[in-house]
């Protein structure tokens, strides 16, 4: 089974401050996603990365950069945080087979 | 937009009975996803069903797709109070590898 870790588990901010969440897989996926989830909202696809050095933009990628450092890393980085990213955050891994491995979530408050 | 969605917020039943969740989406498709999130986890696969099936089973859980009307559904029989979760369909878009997920439909089984 996938392996899918993220970092911190729980993250507690001010308006204003520097946040940077860190999510590593296992398995040598191509693919790996970083999600906001909000109730009413489902999943929201903030950014992507195929692959080391690669980022794709999502669908809610204001006020949130990303950085695929290797084949195992991926970062979101909330440089200005804003009480609006207050969310549940996830990461997720993929290959070829259609299917999206993901961590067991990290849950930001920014105050 | 959501390019996926399910159609009913929130379903509850009791244990032993059976129970359909619904999504429409928006788009064309080569294959459509189900996903179930327990509290506190990530969400995981349960089943893909793709394009040119019409139905797909995975013990008690069993999905349909009908590309015609660009709809799809989950039913689970006989139900277990491990089933409470929110359950998503999803699809993916192969051409940039997006996975859209639907808002979600939260099912509880009462004992």
């Known amino acids: 089974e996938a392996a899918v870790t993220q970092s911190p588990r729980n993250k507690v901010t001010v308006t204003g401050g520097n946040v940077t969440l860190s999510c590593r897989q296992t398995?040598?996926?191509?693919?790996m996603y970083w999600y906001r989830q909000d109730t009413g909202h489902g999943l929201r696809l903030i950014h992507y990365?195929?692959?080391?050095?690669?980022?794709q933009i999502g669908d809610v990628p204001d006020g949130y950069k990303a950085t695929r450092t290797t084949q195992e890393d991926f970062f979101l980085l909330l440089e200005l945080a804003s009480p609006s990213q207050t969310s549940l955050y996830f990461c997720?891994?993929?290959?070829?087979?259609?299917?999206?491995?993901f961590g067991h979530g990290t849950k930001l408050s920014v105050l | 937009s959501q390019l996926a969605e399910e159609n009913s917020w929130a379903l509850s039943v009791h244990e032993g009975e059976s129970v359909t969740v619904n999504c429409s989406y928006k788009?064309?498709?080569?294959?459509l996803q189900w996903y179930r999130q327990k509290s506190g986890k990530g969400p995981a696969q349960l089943i893909l069903?793709?394009?040119?099936?019409r139905e797909k089973r995975n013990g008690r859980l069993r999905a349909t797709l009908d590309t015609s009307s660009q709809s799809s559904s989950l039913s689970i029989t006989a139900t277990r109070c491990e089933d409470t979760a929110v359950y998503f369909c999803?699809?993916?878009?192969?051409?940039?590898?997006?996975?859209?997920f639907g808002a979600g439909t939260r099912l509880k089984v009462i004992a």
């Open positions: 997720a891994s993929s290959d070829y087979n259609e299917r999206l491995f």
């Open positions: 398995n040598s996926h191509n693919y």
């Open positions: 990365s195929y692959g080391a050095g690669n980022l």
């Open positions: 788009t064309s498709i080569t294959a």
């Open positions: 069903i793709r394009s040119n099936e």
């Open positions: 999803a699809t993916l878009n192969t051409g940039n590898y997006k996975y859209v």
